[in-house]
């Protein structure tokens, strides 16, 4: 797999592989590829695709608020799962915060998503039940995490 920085072209396979990966529904589409819009405008060298054979197999997004990095849209194409590649993608998203001085990252699992969660702690990511995740929604839509 060949990782790099997100392209213009790539969108529609990104929205594609979110929705076979269960992330975007129909009624999240808009939202999710003005999320890929509006990231391709600030910190694009940390939202990464996967290639391989002329596919995009994979994505990671990571974000920076100026304290911490977040890691959203981690993503395999199901035929590639199991296979290292989201370790590769994240891994290589770990070395561009550790290139910024990020040396702090945080991120959200939806709890029936046990394998996610397994994946995370395989790579040494420390689950933090003391912490409860709030959301308002001004605008009452569906946040896709
Ligand atoms: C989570 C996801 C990105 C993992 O990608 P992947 O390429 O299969 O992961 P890797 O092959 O790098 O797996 C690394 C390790 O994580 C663990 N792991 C990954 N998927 C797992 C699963 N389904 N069940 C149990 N453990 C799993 C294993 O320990 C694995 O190592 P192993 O295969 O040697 O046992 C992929 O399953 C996916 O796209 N899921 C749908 C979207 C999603 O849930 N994204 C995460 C949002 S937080």
Not at 7 to 19: C, F, M, R, T, Y
Not at 33 to 57: P, W, Y
Not at 113 to 123: D, I, V, Y
Request: glycine content about 8%.
């Amino acid at each position: 797999m060949f990782i790099r920085q997100i392209e213009s072209g790539d969108v529609e396979a990104v929205l594609a592989l979110w929705a076979e990966a269960g992330m975007t529904g129909d009624a999240q589409l808009g939202d999710s590829r003005q999320e890929i819009t509006e990231k391709m405008t600030r910190d694009s060298d940390l939202f990464l695709v996967g290639e391989a054979n002329k596919r995009i197999v994979a994505t990671v997004m990571g974000t920076y608020d100026g304290h911490r990095g977040r890691i959203k849209r981690l993503a395999v194409k199901s035929d590639c799962r199991r296979s290292g590649l989201g370790h590769q993608i994240v891994s290589e998203l770990e070395s561009r915060f550790a290139e910024r001085g990020i040396s702090r990252v945080r991120l959200e699992v939806w709890a029936e998503n046990k394998s996610a969660q397994t994946f995370w702690e395989n790579l040494g990511y420390q689950l933090q039940s003391d912490i409860r995740y709030y959301l308002r929604n001004f605008d009452q839509s569906v946040d896709p995490c």
